[in-house]
């Protein structure tokens, strides 16, 4: 037994100052490769399919998310094999987006069960609430009760799934499919815009209005993160809401063929809604919107060729 806990211990590794355990961790996590040994480790993980990211029949794509694109995808020239390694990459992380969106919904879920059943709410359920309600950006005057009510009413409607092709297509879209400077220099996949700040990425031949600033994140998942709550919170996406709304009432599956219309007021481009559909139909994105992530497709023994790239946490 000791000697086997010394063996868990030197199989470590060490990514920023902290150490993870590949015995016991989940999520891979991928930050500064290059693109052949990115294909390298899709390939030892069997993250292939057809056209080279539909993971059929099986619906099930490994858990592996990165942090920032590769370091040479710029230097990709071959359009069909950029985009489906775009893809590639943007589909794992739009599934655990739903994941995530899925968990917090169920929260709001159970305080609502409460309050149907007139239920006294805890003070962890209130504060709870409050901060989804922040988040979110639901306002009212409301007080104690009512205001709970209505709270949980208008979260239920804003904290929900979000298709996975909308969240691809968008990305795609928005980045020239991970080509555009943003995706190197400010690890954005959909230009999100701060006002009135020095602080974020200078635009570049766009406008001379120095009054806005492309925001910067952490890596390209929380720039995802930043996008669905705009789709689950901006009243440019309130008719998207609704929708999506009505149709959970009727049935569990939301595809995003039937949001992508509403997207049009994500870009001021005349044609956005028709290359927005196009995109999401070309390269069959809905059958990633019926798939899962598997957690268990990954192979402890193949991450020792890619430990300088790969933690699990």
Not at 234 to 246: K, V
Not at 285 to 299: G, M, N, R, T
Request: net charge neutral.
């Amino acid at each position: 037994m000791k000697n086997r806990l010394i063996k868990l211990v030197m199989a470590v590794t060490v990514l920023w100052g902290m150490a993870y355990d590949f015995a016991h961790a989940e999520e891979i996590w991928v930050q500064d490769i290059t693109v052949d040994k990115l294909q390298e480790l899709y390939k030892a993980c069997k993250y292939d399919g057809e056209k080279g990211y539909l993971m059929l029949p099986s619906y099930r794509y490994p858990a592996i998310f990165l942090r920032n694109f590769p370091l040479d995808y710029g230097k990709l020239t071959d359009e069909k094999s950029r985009n489906a390694l775009f893809i590639k990459i943007t589909a794992p992380l739009a599934l655990k987006l739903n994941e995530e969106l899925r968990a917090e919904r169920t929260e709001i879920e159970k305080i609502d069960r409460k309050l149907q059943q007139k239920a006294p709410l805890e003070k962890k359920d209130i504060d709870l609430l409050e901060q989804k309600a922040e988040k979110y950006d639901v306002f009212s005057r409301l007080k104690e009760n009512e205001r709970y009510n209505y709270l949980a009413d208008e979260l239920l409607v804003r904290i929900d799934r979000i298709p996975p092709s909308i969240m691809i297509t968008a990305a795609a879209l928005e980045t020239n499919w991970g080509m555009s400077r943003i995706v190197k220099e400010a690890k954005s996949l959909y230009k999100m815009l701060v006002w009135n700040t020095d602080e974020g990425l200078k635009p570049l031949g766009e406008t001379e209005d120095d009054s806005y600033r492309i925001k910067m994140y952490s890596d390209i998942y929380a720039s995802m993160k930043d996008f669905a709550l705009k789709i689950n919170s901006h009243p440019a996406f309130a008719a998207l809401r609704n929708l999506r709304q009505e149709r959970k009432k009727r049935t569990n599956n939301m595809s995003g063929i039937l949001l992508a219309p509403y997207m049009y007021g994500n870009s001021n481009l005349q044609n956005y809604a028709g290359m927005f559909d196009y995109t999401l139909a070309y390269y069959e994105l809905l059958v990633i919107d019926k798939s899962k992530l598997d957690y268990e497709a990954i192979d402890d023994k193949i991450l020792k060729n890619f430990e300088k790239y790969v933690t699990k946490m």
